[in-house]
């Protein structure tokens, strides 16, 4: 309980280092679709938060043992997998190892933050396959694509899955995710309409982001022995 409050003092303290935090920060960009327009790239997991916000949902998919032979013998890890999303066309997932439990969930939630992609349309691929099914359907998929298109915010689906299905990592990783990257290539009817392209956010506030940025000043407290 301590740590997730730490986290939470430090997110309220957040200095951006990236000229798209600093404009998220300032309130110039508002939403993920200004950001997905001119492709800029997302380096800060507390962008999502701010964008997003509490309607971002995180759960662990699976935490698995791995192994690495060294000269010294086994060295064991931890591997976690972690799917995020905000069940209205945004979702993300995260693969993390480390030798704690705890520190491969923290860190595979920020790989599935900073993955965050758009979900519009429905593709097929290799392994899985998507079809769209009748408004009240539901989700017809095993539990681990299931989950995933949950998270998307997909509604009715057909899905079906081919191949090592039984390895987590590769059926939610490289199947069902990729297929869910695919679908923003596809150009759907309701993105039909002329599209009005606008001046890119570091070009539209060039002088905002030529100011110079506080430095930030770390204070260590003495801790007595």
């Given amino acids: 309980m301590a740590e997730r409050g730490g986290d939470r003092g430090e997110e309220e303290k957040w200095v951006p280092c990236t000229k798209l ?15 997905y327009l001119h492709s800029l790239p997302i380096k800060e997991y507390q962008i999502i938060d701010l964008l997003v916000g509490p309607s971002l949902k995180d759960e662990v998919m699976k935490i698995m043992p791995v192994q690495k032979q060294t000269r010294a013998g086994q060295r ?9 999303g905000d069940s209205n066309g945004h979702v993300g997932l995260g693969v993390k190892c480390s030798k704690e439990v705890a520190t491969a969930i923290r860190g595979a939630i920020i790989l599935a933050k900073l993955s965050v992609i758009p979900v519009t349309g429905k593709c097929g691929s290799v392994t899985v396959r998507m079809v ?5 359907s539901g989700i017809v998929a095993a539990r681990v694509p299931k989950k995933v298109l949950q998270f998307a915010g997909i509604d009715d689906v057909f899905t079906s899955s081919r191949g090592s299905t039984k390895t987590l990592g590769t059926l939610s990783r490289s199947a069902t ?21 606008t001046k890119s956010p570091f070009q539209e506030y060039t002088d905002l982001l030529a100011k110079p940025t506080a430095k930030i000043v770390h204070v260590v407290d003495d801790v007595e022995a």
Avoid: H, M, N
Wanted: proline share 6%.
């Fill in 132 to 136: 769209p099914a009748p408004r009240g």
């Fill in 76 to 84: 064991t890890r931890f591997k976690a997998f972690v799917v995020v």
């Fill in 177 to 197: 995710f990729d297929c869910l990257l695919k679908t923003y290539g596809f150009l759907t009817p309701d993105f039909w309409r002329e599209t009005r392209f």
């Fill in 21 to 35: 935090g600093r404009l998220v920060r300032d309130g110039k960009i508002k939403s993920l679709e200004q950001i």
